[in-house]
């Protein structure tokens, strides 16, 4: 399902690869989905977006694309097509994605920017494309823009992917094509659009701000995975890569973002996929 909002004077669109039910293990090593039934009758506003009838998690991948001024922007690339991966569902994938973002209007040439909240599989796959044996960039005249310590982590130590070649099929390439900026975690794309560190899913991890118009939205990237974290923030993911930090950065910015007004819009969370954000017990809900 593809959806739009506007901020001030900016639109932001997804554009999903994939939206599907989820295993609550596949995020939570410990939560079965009698636990995720059981925290959505303590949080019933989980239901019936977020969480199925039978405790599956309802999950997307998306790539979200910002129209502000002159920048045309995606953030977060997918999984990607004919990339090698361990997950069976990911592996060699040959789906419609960039046909659909094309078909809309979007050509990959009219990206004047992309940006990755962070370097993880799932985000940076349409960072390149297979052309006659190679991986080009699929955004050829866009700055691609990786997080100085996000970068230098997964460069430093690419074993870290269990084996995917991901830094060297979706982020080198772009380094190697002359297109990669490494920018600081504070860094500004434009007077809408900027960063806010948001660490511990991964060393280097940004959320995307957007404000205009004395509008805001955040894109949260994968400091939070599912709605379920925003009724309960103790809970990480198995994925993070300091669940203490992660945990400790969810604490931080929810009270800021928490205010009614910004526009939440979670990077795997499924359709509505966005709202706002109240207090709500020990944790919070996303009005939607």
Excluded at 4 to 22: D, K, L, M, R, Y
Excluded at 119 to 148: K, S
Excluded at 202 to 224: C, K, L
Aim: net charge negative.
């Amino acid at each position: 399902m593809q959806l739009q909002w506007t901020v001030g004077s900016v639109a932001i669109t997804s554009f999903p690869e994939s939206e599907t039910p989820t295993s609550p293990r596949f995020l939570f090593r410990d939560l079965a989905k009698a636990g995720v039934l059981e925290r959505a009758e303590a949080a019933p506003w989980l239901r019936p977006h977020f969480v199925s009838k039978d405790g599956y998690l309802l999950q997307k991948i998306q790539c979200l694309v910002i129209e502000a001024g002159d920048h045309r922007i995606a953030v977060d690339t997918c999984v990607g097509n004919d990339k090698s991966r361990n997950n069976e569902l990911w592996h060699h994938l040959q789906g419609p994605f960039l046909d659909d973002l094309t078909g809309a209007g979007y050509g990959p040439e009219t990206f004047t920017h992309v940006i990755c909240t962070h370097l993880h599989v799932d985000h940076v796959g349409w960072n390149t494309r297979l052309i006659d044996g190679e991986w080009v960039p699929t955004f050829p005249n866009a700055a691609y823009l990786f997080v100085d310590a996000e970068y230098e982590h997964w460069k430093s130590e690419p074993g870290l992917f269990d084996g995917e070649d991901v830094f060297g099929d979706s982020v080198a390439p772009i380094v190697d094509a002359g297109l990669a900026e490494i920018v600081p975690p504070d860094h500004r794309v434009s007077d809408e659009v900027s960063f806010q560190a948001t660490v511990g899913h991964t060393p280097g991890h940004i959320s995307v701000v957007v404000e205009s118009d004395g509008e805001r939205a955040i894109i949260t990237g994968d400091m939070v995975h599912s709605p379920l974290q925003l009724a309960d923030p103790e809970l990480s993911s198995m994925f993070d890569t300091d669940s203490d930090q992660a945990r400790a950065t969810r604490k931080a910015v929810f009270p800021d973002w928490a205010d009614g007004e910004t526009l939440v819009i979670g990077t795997h969370f499924g359709s509505p996929t966005a709202g706002t954000l109240r207090p709500d017990g020990n944790g919070y809900r996303l009005d939607v």
